[in-house]
């Protein structure tokens, strides 16, 4: 009779799959991008205007290099689009992608009435 050790050397583990679906990386970079301080008062500031870098380092009191790279951050996360205009950039929000992380929350919102209905373990 094997002793309770040996069992375990030799049953083989039952493998549940446990993979989570990897969200789509423009989610994932949209919600890092959100997740700054300085980012999003960047974003309030273009909130219904586009303004030009030197009106945001302007109001924001930072130095042109710190906010170029948050600009970078925002611009790659499609959250901030940008335009040239002679010797000058302008920003503006990109609504269409504010949309696409609105939906991805959406997804989440029944959710609150299946986790309230499920009594805990105790």
Same mark, same amino acid.
């Given at each position: ?6 069992? !375990? ?78 010797? !000058? ?34």
């Amino acid at each position: 009779m094997a002793d309770v050790g040996d069992f !375990w050397i030799m049953a083989k583990p039952l493998i549940v799959s446990t993979a989570v679906p990897t969200p789509n990386p423009l989610i994932i970079g949209g919600f890092h991008a959100l997740s700054d301080s300085l980012r999003l008062k960047v974003i309030e500031l273009l909130r219904g205007q586009e303004l030009c870098v030197c009106e945001l380092c302007e109001q924001l009191n930072v130095p042109q290099s710190k906010l170029s790279f948050h600009l970078k951050i925002l611009k790659e996360a499609r959250l901030v689009r940008s335009r040239q205009d002679g010797r !000058w950039i302008y920003y503006s929000l990109n609504c269409s992608q504010f949309r696409v992380l609105e939906a991805y929350l959406v997804q989440y919102q029944h959710l609150s009435s299946i986790i309230t209905s499920h009594k805990s373990c105790d």
